[in-house]
């Protein structure tokens, strides 16, 4: 469930030297369990999460040539960099080097200076990002469930119209309960129940999908280039939408490095092994999602196929399917925003250590839950978190267009730029070598794809701010 963020910084005591043993690893941090398979399960069932809702829609502006070959673009680049990333776990050495447990210190580690701070901004306004997309993806989720039932009941030439706002309050008022949870993000309930609820609207999507296209009747239309102009769009929408697609296809390809044991093979190895099978996976289970779905719905695919109503029967699937990705939203919000918080409460306790307020705890007996501890600060600080990022996500309530825009945003700092420059770093390349040289470009190629898919997003934002409806849910 974590993405491409890696592990935000966190403190750590160190431990004292007559506590190693085999539970700790030699430099006294606790013994990382984690291998190959692990890592490859951790990454798959970490990247099949909301993205994959778009990818129908992403491919039917791209077209049957362009929309496969940005999916292939974007999986080698991400496995590319992701090998990078994990000769850099180590510094100096990626075999024997000191290890580097957070994004951050690997950053530290290469580059220091400015740099770090760029990056911490990066994860964290990816984080914060994240858990606005989720806001507006768990809301429509849920208005997906009462309109499948109305349109069940009353047939489907009808409205149903619902508006998404009183969801996004029961949303933030169940997150504003669990934000108050010491240690919510340590549960280790949260990443299986989440795994099973992403494989199972994920599955149920593409199982639909290959329904309606072997069911016959109208065959959808679809076309090389995706939608075609003057048909389905004018030729700047297209160009735009364009744009947008690829914003959403970064967003899907977001993923994080587990923790891997020092075993045989070395870790560098075993990461890269796990980043080979894990992304190779990710990418069939993507293109099976986006070229079925695309198949399935043409160029009228829906932003989100399982909330755009392309389906309507078996009802009680579609409503199952919703349920299981608000489930999958509501805790996977809180191992987004856990890491925020940790930053925010960890930095005002060092700043203002005597301030009653911000580091006092007061004990409370909770039946059937023992003593549960309560800060004022915390409650004050996590619930305004939680508000607002309500509030933005009432305000801006457009699924691809907001996923576009955090894909983009995102993909070019931690997924490309950060990972070569330390590359390039770990090397010591000379400026201008040829290695250097095309490294250098493919950053910036990349740089480029993130801002014109920004601005895309951007536009698309916009134009459905014009043409948004308050009471009728925006797909």
């Known amino acids: 469930?974590?993405?491409?963020?890696?592990?935000?910084?966190?403190?750590?005591?160190?431990?004292?030297?007559?506590?190693?043993?085999?539970?700790?690893?030699?430099?006294?941090?606790?013994?990382?369990?984690?291998?190959?398979?692990?890592?490859?399960?951790?990454?798959?069932?970490?990247?099949?999460?909301?993205?994959?809702?778009?990818?129908?829609?992403?491919?039917?502006?791209?077209?049957?040539?362009?929309?496969?070959?940005?999916?292939?673009?974007?999986?080698?680049?991400?496995?590319?960099?992701?090998?990078?990333?994990?000769?850099?776990?180590?510094?100096?050495?990626?075999?024997?080097?000191?290890?580097?447990?957070?994004?951050?210190?690997?950053?530290?580690?290469?580059?220091?200076?400015?740099?770090?701070?760029?990056?911490?901004?990066?994860?964290?306004?990816?984080?914060?990002?994240?858990?606005?997309?989720?806001?507006?993806?768990?809301?429509?989720?849920?208005?997906?469930?009462?309109?499948?039932?109305?349109?069940?009941?009353?047939?489907?030439?009808?409205?149903?119209?619902?508006?998404?706002?009183?969801?996004?309050?029961?949303?933030?008022?169940?997150?504003?309960?669990?934000?108050?949870?010491?240690?919510?993000?340590?549960?280790?309930?949260?990443?299986?129940?989440?795994?099973?609820?992403?494989?199972?609207?994920?599955?149920?999507?593409?199982?639909?999908?290959?329904?309606?296209?072997?069911?016959?009747?109208?065959?959808?239309?679809?076309?090389?280039?995706?939608?075609?102009?003057?048909?389905?769009?004018?030729?700047?929408?297209?160009?735009?939408?364009?744009?947008?697609?690829?914003?959403?296809?970064?967003?899907?390809?977001?993923?994080?490095?587990?923790?891997?044991?020092?075993?045989?093979?070395?870790?560098n190895k075993a990461m890269k092994r796990a980043s080979l099978v894990g992304v190779s996976t990710t990418t069939f289970f993507y293109m099976l999602c986006g070229c079925v779905g695309y198949a399935a719905f043409g160029n009228n695919a829906p932003g989100n196929f399982l909330t755009g109503f392309g389906f309507y029967e078996p009802f009680w699937l579609i409503d199952f399917a919703n349920v299981c990705i608000a489930v999958h939203l509501v805790g996977a919000y809180q191992v987004f925003c856990q890491p925020i918080f940790q930053f925010v409460e960890s930095r005002s306790a060092k700043r203002w250590p005597d301030n009653k307020f911000i580091t006092g705890e007061y004990k409370m007996n909770v039946p059937c839950g023992g003593d549960f501890g309560i800060s004022l600060f915390r409650l004050v600080w996590r619930t305004s978190y939680v508000v607002v990022t309500a509030v933005v996500a009432m305000i801006f309530p457009f699924f691809n267009d907001f996923l576009g825009l955090i894909g983009a945003a995102s993909f070019w700092p931690l997924t490309v730029y950060f990972p070569i420059e330390m590359h390039i770093a770990q090397k010591k390349m000379k400026k201008f070598s040829f290695t250097w040289t095309w490294l250098k470009i493919l950053s910036w190629a990349c740089f480029l794809v993130s801002l014109v898919a920004a601005a895309g997003s951007v536009q698309g934002l916009i134009q459905s701010l014009k043409d948004f409806k308050p009471f009728q849910a925006p797909e």
């Open 1 to 267: 469930m974590e993405k491409k963020s890696m592990f935000i910084e966190q403190s750590f005591t160190d431990h004292k030297s007559g506590d190693m043993n085999k539970n700790f690893d030699d430099d006294g941090r606790q013994k990382r369990t984690g291998t190959w398979m692990t890592g490859s399960a951790h990454i798959i069932t970490a990247v099949i999460g909301s993205g994959v809702l778009s990818l129908a829609w992403a491919i039917a502006q791209l077209g049957w040539v362009a929309g496969p070959a940005v999916l292939m673009a974007f999986s080698f680049i991400t496995y590319f960099t992701s090998t990078m990333l994990a000769d850099c776990y180590r510094s100096p050495d990626p075999v024997t080097g000191k290890r580097n447990y957070t994004y951050m210190e690997v950053v530290r580690s290469y580059l220091g200076g400015r740099k770090v701070m760029l990056c911490g901004l990066a994860q964290y306004g990816n984080l914060i990002g994240i858990t606005i997309g989720y806001t507006i993806t768990a809301s429509i989720s849920m208005v997906a469930v009462k309109r499948s039932n109305c349109f069940h009941k009353n047939g489907h030439n009808v409205k149903c119209s619902t508006s998404n706002t009183p969801f996004m309050i029961i949303f933030a008022c169940i997150q504003i309960v669990l934000s108050q949870i010491p240690n919510f993000h340590n549960l280790s309930w949260l990443s299986i129940l989440a795994a099973v609820m992403s494989f199972s609207y994920a599955s149920i999507g593409v199982g639909l999908s290959i329904a309606k296209v072997a069911g016959g009747g109208v065959h959808a239309r679809t076309a090389l280039t995706g939608v075609t102009v003057g048909v389905d769009v004018t030729g700047s929408d297209k160009v735009w939408r364009t744009f947008q697609a690829v914003g959403d296809i970064a967003f899907a390809y977001a993923y994080s490095t587990d923790t891997l044991k020092a075993s045989p093979p070395s870790e």
